[in-house]
Every structure is written in C-alpha cells, then in structure tokens.
C-alpha cells in the first residue's frame, strides 16, 4: 500500500518568514496531494490539493508543488501570521480512480509554530 | 457549507463493551469514511463506504465494523472495545463526482477505554 513519510515533525519560525514542509509517497499510482490544517479541537480543513497532472499550484500565501519523478511534495507558507500556528498533514489518494472512492493516507503531521 | 458531525466529542467505555460512533453529513455525499488519529501517529484509514450497504477495509480495520443504511449515516462499531481503541475517531465524507477529491471532516469523538 501507500506510504507518505512527511518532514519535519515540528517547524518553528519567526512571524512573517515561510514555512516549507515536505513529503514523500511511495505508490506511483497516487495523483491526488492534498494538504490539511487541523487547529486544536477541530477536524482537519484542507488549505490545497494538487492533482498529478499539475507542477505547482498557489493560493494567496500557500503554494503546494509536486515532483512526480522524485514522489515528492511540498507546502510553502510564506509571510507567515499568528493564525498558521497548527498541525499540518499531508495526504496521497489514487483519488477514486476506477470509479469507486478511496482513502487518503496521511503522513504524521507537522506542528507549526509561529514565533511573534 | 457542508457539515459533518458526530455524536458524540467525548465517550468514555470499559473494556469489552460495544461502542457505536454515528456520523452524519448534510451534503449528499456518495463517499464517507473512518480514521483514527493518533499522537505521532497521523491519521489512519480505518473503513470507507462509497454507497449505501457497501463498505471497503482501509489500513486498520481489525477490532471494527461499519454499517451505512442510509446515506447520509455512517457507524462505526467496536465489537469489544480494547484499550488499545482509545484514541480520536474522525469521521470524513467525499462527493464522487470525477475530479472533485476533497474530504470533508467531522470535529472528531475522543473516545477512551478503561
């Protein structure tokens, strides 16, 4: 099955650097790559994805890029605030290729801290 | 919005007993699913179901069933609950619809076993 090793497992920065996190995926079927935030107490929220057949893909702050050769992904964070200190997973899914759905598998997670 | 959420955000079992955890999501969605979540551990795929009456294994399934009668209702049951169950159990549910992959999560039970 897939496996998704994901570094490093606590990152601490000052307010207003970036942020980079990183995963690797083993099952070279895997095309979908999201990333989930989880604040304390609450479920995981997805901040991005990325599908196979994208390089790289942004959203304000957030930028997610992918090396299908090399399996491996990162999420980059940048002018960090207060508001990103959480617990961020990354996942690899086939994502329901074949019709049917089918199950992320996460990697560790990463405790972000923003220092102020 | 879409909401899914779970019975219960805190339970507290004993050993042996059998345990229901109910999720429910309010969008239709074809697809839901069950992890466990554990420290330093991650999130991990227990069972999923992709419609009514069917369910897949995922990564952990030994000591847990499922049962999904209707479609907006997802249960996961423990037979006899162990200690070795107690951790938090979260609840997810996806459309089908090609292309569109994200889950979306309940808040979570923590369930413990004494």
């Known amino acids: 099955g897939e496996n998704v090793e994901q570094h490093p497992s606590t990152l601490s920065v000052q307010e207003g650097d970036s942020a980079v996190i990183k995963c690797t995926y083993s099952?070279?079927?895997?095309?979908?790559f999201p990333w989930y935030k989880q604040e304390l107490g609450k479920g995981p929220q997805l901040i991005i994805d990325i599908r196979s057949n994208v390089g790289e893909k942004k959203d304000q702050r957030i930028a997610v890029t992918l090396n299908k050769t090399a399996k491996h992904f990162s999420l980059h964070i940048t002018e960090t605030q207060p508001e990103d200190s959480a617990v961020y997973f990354c996942a690899a899914s086939k994502g329901g290729s074949g019709g049917g759905a089918d199950g992320l598998t996460f990697g560790k997670g990463t405790h972000l801290i923003i220092q102020p | 919005d879409v909401k899914v959420t779970q019975s219960s955000r805190y339970l507290v079992k004993r050993t042996g007993e059998k345990v229901f955890l109910e999720c429910v999501q309010d969008?239709?969605?074809?697809?839901m699913f069950w992890y466990r979540q554990d420290p330093g551990l991650g999130l991990r795929l227990i069972y999923f179901s992709y419609d009514v009456k069917m369910k897949e294994k995922g990564d952990i399934p030994e000591g847990y069933s499922v049962s999904r009668e209707k479609k907006e209702r997802f249960s996961l049951i423990l037979e006899s609950a162990s200690t070795n169950q107690t951790s938090m159990y979260l609840c997810?549910?996806?459309?089908?619809?090609?292309?569109?992959?994200?889950?979306?999560f309940g808040p979570g039970t923590r369930l413990t076993v004494t």
């Open positions: 969008m239709d969605h074809e697809n």
């Open positions: 997810a549910s996806s459309l089908s619809a090609s292309g569109t992959y994200e889950q979306y």
């Open positions: 099952d070279s079927a895997s095309n979908y």
